[in-house]
């Protein structure tokens, strides 16, 4: 039985969703919208070349958090809760290639590198052209993030120089693959 104040002390489950600059970057609202749908509260960090794809002022409109980008000051106050989970959307070669190897010159990059010696679960869903996605470093980045715990999600290469498949890109793969996550962290403390 869950304690009136154990209850009380329970906080929603909060999703970092990491965007990537894209071409399809703009449509994040609609992952915000089906998370909330499921119980996840929301805070947004993106890449620093991704802040122009976004409408910042929509976006924090939804979550009620500013969008990050740039760490924090030594001593600043944290404007977000810590990440229960980790949605990657739009994930660009660049940014898998880079988490993959290690390299945390981002914010974005850092939390996601710091997550797996955190064990947060992360998903991240690729948006890459199919010319990019045939370099041999995407596989094997990918390879590498699968055997981190990653859960990468079903993101089909569009052709190059299109456009990219907006109408195929699915920003809600990525809460399918975290419902184990949503229902592990629901259930009451035993």
Request: hydrophobic content about 45%; some cysteine; glycine content about 8%.
């Amino acid at each position: 039985m869950v304690t009136p104040e154990a209850a009380s002390s329970r906080r929603e489950p909060f999703l970092y969703v990491i965007v990537c600059a894209s071409g399809v970057a703009d449509g994040v609202g609609e992952l915000i919208i089906a998370a909330h749908a499921e119980g996840w509260k929301v805070g947004v960090i993106a890449t620093p070349n991704a802040l122009g794809f976004l409408d910042q002022e929509a976006i924090e409109a939804q979550t009620g958090y500013p969008i990050r980008s740039a760490w924090r000051t030594p001593g600043g106050s944290r404007p977000m809760p810590e990440a229960d989970a980790i949605a990657v959307v739009s994930a660009t070669f660049n940014t898998i290639n880079k988490w993959a190897l290690g390299i945390a010159d981002t914010l974005a990059l850092g939390i996601l590198c710091e997550a797996y010696g955190l064990g947060i679960p992360v998903v991240v869903q690729p948006y890459v052209n199919s010319a990019l996605a045939a370099h041999p470093a995407y596989s094997e980045s990918l390879v590498r993030l699968r055997s981190m715990g990653v859960l990468v999600g079903d993101s089909v290469p569009h052709q190059p120089r299109s456009g990219g498949a907006r109408d195929e890109y699915s920003w809600t793969y990525v809460l399918d693959l975290l419902r184990p996550t949503l229902s592990s962290l629901s259930e009451p403390a035993a």
